[in-house]
């Protein structure tokens, strides 16, 4: 089976159940967005790929193959950590030297011209970046690998709005260009949410929602109305959570819009992914 | 493929260290050199280097600096290493052996440069009357140097300091991998409670409970290890270093093995 199948994986650090049988399955060539609270499990899934760390149980297969120790099956998957894992006083242009080394596919020439794009000075040293430029190289590195399978684990970290935007452009760019199987975790859903195809929502170290993009918002939406008649209107509906705010109540419910069903003074819109994620995962 | 790109990452961070040790080397020779002329040594000065039974004055055991900056290299082979290579999809076992390889070239390449430091010092030295520069191995195999002939001498130092370059190395490597894997109290206990057994503890068991078994013990075991009960042999000593550096790379595996990335 071609892509990322993740069986019956386990993890625990101590009493903490990081991961609980997690079975999931990331095709070739989708943007996927791994969603999930602080602590929900979404760094360990994505270590547990790369072997970065040993799952209790379960396993990883990459393209049908084993990732466990396997040089092959890792060389096609690229991860971006949240944390730094290149040596401090390495230039940027020496870590893309070396990325090429790794990943033969890697392009040095797109890789400067995105660092031009993000004006970022590859003579650097990796310790003198800031937080935002941090990282930017290593968003950079990544989509020069050309792996076909890129995972970044937090992307936006310390990037302004501007350079959130310009990644988030050039990921297109670069998918419409040259697919390949992109997982971001991120906690910036609402921005995410223009890229991502399919969602994979992570709670207490399981999957809750494995779904594309679509469906997930097509299996909800938001009424807004007066207090009392929205109680009325979801007594007897999948009620996933409400806010309130003066006597105004908007309710977020799960199920299909039975339009004719709608009473007046009830405003009907769409869910989005940020809002059914809240939803999902505050209860 | 990737075993390959590992242990060429692994010796370019390498060529720095050892670039900067023979540059300071370098300067310490010339520096020493200088001191000869100056003082006119060979003909009555005293100017000491370094001394030893070898009478006289002038260097003496230069490659104890290799041997001691070959075990610090060791000391400082993993984390970063680790943390690149995993970070650029290579399994620890391709890591490891990368490792392993790049000891094996770094400690050749440095024999290499030794036993050239020491032949062109002996040159040098004869020069200056009454100076010497006396290899490492000479120096512990004295009595096998007056016996063996110049060739063989060369050949046995050469192999001798690469097996006791790739022992301490090794030892190294493995101290760093053990303290990677402990938690910080396991950390704190063993880098302060392994060195106060052997200097304090096992020296006081040694002088009131045991009255000098334990020391005569260990004295002799190195006696038989490093040959000296044998008429100074140094194949002891080299099968010994390089048991060592089996054992070390060994248990360097076990304890890799189930490293993980850490933050």
């Known amino acids: 089976m071609s892509g990322i199948e993740v069986r019956n994986t386990s993890k625990n650090y101590g009493s903490v159940h990081a991961l609980k049988a997690v079975s999931v399955h990331f095709e070739e060539?989708?943007?996927?967005?791994?969603?999930?609270?602080?602590?929900?499990?979404?760094s360990t899934l994505l270590n547990a790929i790369t072997g970065r760390i040993f799952a209790d149980s379960g396993e990883v297969l990459v393209d049908g193959e084993a990732t466990l120790e396997n040089d092959h099956a890792l060389g096609k998957i690229y991860m971006m950590s949240e944390k730094n894992y290149y040596p401090e006083g390495m230039k940027i242009r020496d870590v893309?030297?070396?990325?090429?080394?790794?990943?033969?596919?890697?392009?040095?020439?797109?890789?400067?011209?995105?660092?031009?794009?993000?004006?970022?000075?590859?003579?650097?040293?990796?310790?003198?970046?800031?937080?935002?430029?941090?990282?930017?190289?290593?968003?950079?590195?990544?989509?020069?690998?050309?792996?076909?399978?890129?995972?970044?684990?937090?992307?936006?970290?310390?990037?302004?709005?501007?350079?959130?935007?310009?990644?988030?452009?050039?990921?297109?760019?670069?998918?419409?260009e040259?697919?390949?199987?992109?997982?971001?975790?991120?906690?910036?859903?609402?921005?995410a949410a223009g890229v991502i195809e399919h969602v994979v929502i992570i709670k207490d170290g399981q999957v809750i929602k494995d779904e594309s993009r679509e469906e997930l918002m097509s299996k909800g939406y938001t009424a807004t109305g007066a207090a009392s008649v929205i109680d009325k209107f979801t007594a007897d509906k999948n009620l996933l959570g409400a806010d309130s705010l003066g006597g105004l109540k908007t309710a977020y419910i799960l199920g299909t819009l039975d339009r004719a069903a709608v009473p007046d003074g009830i405003e009907i819109s769409k869910m989005d992914l940020q809002r059914l994620f809240i939803q999902l995962t505050n209860a | 493929m990737k075993t390959?790109?590992?242990?060429?990452?692994?010796?370019?961070?390498?060529?720095?260290?050892?670039?900067?040790?023979?540059?300071?080397?370098?300067?310490?020779?010339?520096?020493?050199?200088?001191?000869?002329?100056?003082?006119?040594v060979g003909v009555g000065s005293s100017v000491i280097i370094s001394s030893s039974s070898i009478s006289g004055t002038g260097f003496t055991g230069m490659e104890a600096g290799s041997a001691i900056f070959l075990f610090v290299c060791g000391l400082n082979s993993f984390k970063e290493f680790f943390r690149?290579?995993?970070?650029?999809?290579?399994?620890?076992?391709?890591?490891?052996?990368?490792?392993?390889?790049?000891?094996?070239?770094?400690?050749?390449?440095?024999?290499?440069?030794?036993?050239?430091?020491?032949?062109?010092?002996?040159?040098?030295?004869?020069?200056?009357?009454?100076?010497?520069?006396?290899?490492?191995?000479?120096?512990?195999?004295?009595?096998?140097?007056?016996?063996?002939?110049?060739?063989?001498?060369?050949?046995?130092?050469?192999?001798?300091?690469?097996?006791?370059?790739?022992?301490?190395?090794?030892?190294?490597?493995?101290?760093?991998?053990a303290f990677y894997r402990m938690n910080k109290i396991a950390k704190i206990s063993v880098g302060i409670g392994v060195p106060m057994i052997l200097l304090y503890g096992v020296s006081f068991l040694d002088t009131f409970l045991f009255h000098g078994v334990i020391g005569n013990t260990l004295l002799n075991t190195l006696s038989f290890a490093f040959g000296f009960k044998n008429g100074a042999n140094p194949y002891f000593g080299m099968v010994t270093?390089?048991?060592?550096?089996?054992?070390?790379?060994?248990?360097?595996?076990?304890?890799?093995?189930?490293?993980?990335?850490?933050?």
């Open chain 2, 4 to 40: 390959k790109s590992s242990i060429k990452y692994q010796l370019s961070d390498m060529k720095r260290p050892v670039a900067i040790f023979y540059f300071i080397m370098f300067c310490i020779l010339v520096l020493g050199f200088t001191v000869f002329k100056l003082n006119n």
């Open chain 1, 178 to 191: 040259n697919p390949c199987t992109v997982i971001i975790s991120t906690h910036l859903i609402e921005e």
């Open chain 2, 84 to 177: 690149m290579l995993t970070q650029n999809g290579l399994s620890r076992k391709t890591i490891y052996t990368g490792r392993i390889i790049t000891f094996l070239a770094v400690c050749a390449g440095m024999v290499v440069i030794d036993k050239i430091i020491l032949v062109v010092g002996k040159l040098i030295t004869s020069y200056f009357p009454g100076t010497h520069f006396v290899g490492l191995f000479e120096l512990i195999y004295a009595g096998r140097a007056d016996q063996a002939g110049a060739v063989q001498m060369h050949i046995d130092g050469f192999l001798f300091n690469f097996c006791l370059y790739l022992a301490l190395i090794t030892i190294g490597y493995f101290i760093t991998i």
């Open chain 2, 241 to 263: 270093c390089l048991l060592i550096f089996g054992i070390f790379a060994g248990l360097s595996w076990l304890t890799m093995r189930k490293a993980v990335v850490k933050d």
């Open chain 1, 96 to 176: 893309f030297k070396w990325t090429k080394e790794f990943y033969p596919d890697f392009d040095t020439s797109y890789a400067n011209k995105l660092a031009e794009r993000f004006e970022l000075n590859t003579d650097k040293k990796v310790r003198t970046l800031s937080t935002g430029y941090s990282s930017i190289f290593k968003l950079i590195t990544a989509l020069s690998t050309n792996a076909r399978y890129i995972l970044l684990d937090e992307p936006v970290l310390g990037l302004d709005a501007n350079h959130r935007d310009l990644f988030y452009r050039i990921l297109i760019e670069k998918y419409s």
């Open chain 1, 29 to 42: 060539n989708k943007i996927y967005g791994l969603l999930g609270r602080n602590g929900a499990g979404k």
